[in-house]
T-cell receptor
Framework: DQQVKQNSPSLSVQEGRISILNCDYT??????FLWYKKYPAEGPTFLIS?????DKNEDGRFTVFLNKSAKHLSLHIVPSQPGDSAVYFC??????????????FGAGTQVVVTP | GAVVSQHPSRVICKSGTSVKIECRSL??????MFWYRQFPKKSLMLMAT?????????EQGVEKDKFLINHASLTLSTLTVTSAHPEDSSFYIC?????????????FGEGSRLTVL
């Protein structure tokens, strides 16, 4: 059973505009969430994370929002750049436990940034 | 930043043979490493947790006799796909948890593409 869901398999956005990627989770035990960027035939690259004690975390062009009551998080990229074109994975884990590091991934969203 | 290296990056083998994939943390010690598998256009699926000096912990549905994991040192974990079959063809990715890490210090390897003929 997929505990982390990314319902949009793809997203096309114009350069300079905002990209919004969504992620939902079902396991209320998750308390730490991460976003990764991945190119074909490469490992994921960490982008940004958020703990469940926060509802927003910002790092440069990337902002992650967490809505615990809705079990929903989103990644905002602004402004989008052509180099942002990749697959973005949402991942979740339980931080304060022996399970830290065991990530449950969503299916990914392919982002294409057009000039 | 910390680097995790996988070798080989690509391997092609015949059905019935065994293949070993290495995951190394190059500039830090990792007491725990994780192995994932990714099918085409699918999510990364956690296969097992590899702990240095002890047996790996496998996720439900993952055959431990099929996917042998050894974490012999603080910088190396290996995944051996035994008696490989075409359905084992996949992209295998490891991640390493930096010893004494603060939140977020989990690093992924570049992945290894296995093709079983």
């Amino acid at each position: 059973d997929q505990q982390v869901k990314q319902n949009s398999p793809s997203l096309s956005v114009q350069e300079g505009r905002i990209s919004i990627l969504n992620c939902d989770y079902t396991n209320s035990m998750f308390d730490y969430f991460l976003w990764y960027k991945k190119y074909p035939a490469e490992g994921p690259t960490f982008l940004i994370s958020i703990s469940s004690i926060k509802d927003k975390n910002e790092d440069g062009r990337f902002t992650v929002f967490l809505n615990k009551s809705a079990k929903h998080l989103s990644l905002h990229i602004v402004p989008s750049q052509p180099g942002d074109s990749a697959v973005y994975f949402c991942a979740a884990s339980v931080l304060i436990s022996d399970s830290w590091g065991k990530l449950q991934f969503g299916a990914g969203t392919q982002v294409v940034v057009t000039p | 930043g910390a680097v995790v290296s996988q070798h080989p990056s690509r391997v092609i083998c015949k059905s019935g043979t065994s293949v070993k994939i290495e995951c190394r943390s190059l500039d830090f010690q990792a007491t725990t490493m994780f192995w994932y598998r990714q099918f085409p256009k699918k999510s990364l699926m956690l296969m097992a947790t590899s702990n240095e000096g002890s047996k790996a912990t496998y996720e439900q549905g993952v055959e431990k006799d099929k996917f042998l994991i050894n974490h012999a040192s603080l910088t190396l974990s290996t995944l051996t796909v035994t008696s490989a079959h075409p359905e084992d063809s996949s992209f295998y990715i490891c991640s390493a948890l930096k010893q004494g890490a603060v939140t977020g210090e989990l690093f992924f390897g570049e992945g290894s593409r296995l093709t079983v003929l």
